[in-house]
C-alpha cells in the first residue's frame, strides 16, 4: 500500500482521479451533507459538488460513482459512513474500496488518491482501517494523509 502526505488540493493534478470519502445522507433540498473533513474541503473548493453528490445517492445509492471533476481530474465519491452523525462502518470502506477497484481497473486509471478512509471525523483508527484494506489493495490506490 503506498501512503504520502500532502495538501490533496495542491497534488491532485498530478493523478488520473481522486476521492472524497463521504456519507450517504441527502437533505430535503438534495444536497448530501458536507459538513466536515474531506467532504467540506470540497464542497467548499467546488461549488454544487454537493448537489451532484445528493444526486448520484438518489440515483444510484451510497456506492463510489463520479460525482464532478476538478480541472479535468475525476472526482469519485467513496462512502465511508451511512449516516453524516455516525462514525464509519468498516464493511462499508472495505464494499467502497473493492468499487473503487474495480473503477481504477476498467478505466485504465494508473493512480487514484484516497484520503485515510474512515480516520478523522469517520472515528477510525487508520492501523486497523489498513488492516483491513491490505487484502484487498489495489497499487494504483495512493493513500493520503492531508
Known amino acids: 500500500m503506498i501512503e504520502l502526505y500532502g495538501d490533496i488540493l495542491k497534488v491532485y493534478s498530478f493523478y488520473d482521479a481522486i476521492c472524497i470519502t463521504t456519507n450517504g445522507f441527502v437533505k430535503k433540498d438534495g444536497r448530501a451533507v458536507m459538513g466536515a473533513g474531506v467532504a467540506k474541503l470540497f464542497r467548499d473548493h467546488i461549488p454544487g459538488i454537493d448537489k451532484q453528490l445528493g444526486k448520484h445517492i438518489r440515483k444510484n445509492g451510497n456506492v463510489v460513482g463520479l460525482i464532478g471533476t ?10 465511508t459512513k451511512h449516516v453524516w ?6 464493511d462499508l470502506i472495505i464494499q ?7 473503477i481504477v481497473e476498467s478505466h485504465g486509471y494508473n493512480n487514484v488518491l484516497l484520503p485515510r478512509p474512515g480516520c478523522s471525523n469517520g472515528g477510525l483508527d487508520w492501523r486497523f482501517v489498513k488492516f483491513k484494506l ?3 489493495c ?8 492531508l
Open 138 to 145: 489495489n497499487e494504483k490506490i495512493i493513500i493520503i494523509s
Open 85 to 90: 452523525s455516525q462514525n464509519s462502518d468498516i
Open 134 to 136: 491490505l487484502p484487498i
Open 96 to 102: 467502497s474500496y473493492q468499487q473503487l477497484s474495480d
Open 70 to 79: 476538478l480541472n479535468g481530474v475525476p472526482i469519485y465519491s467513496f462512502p
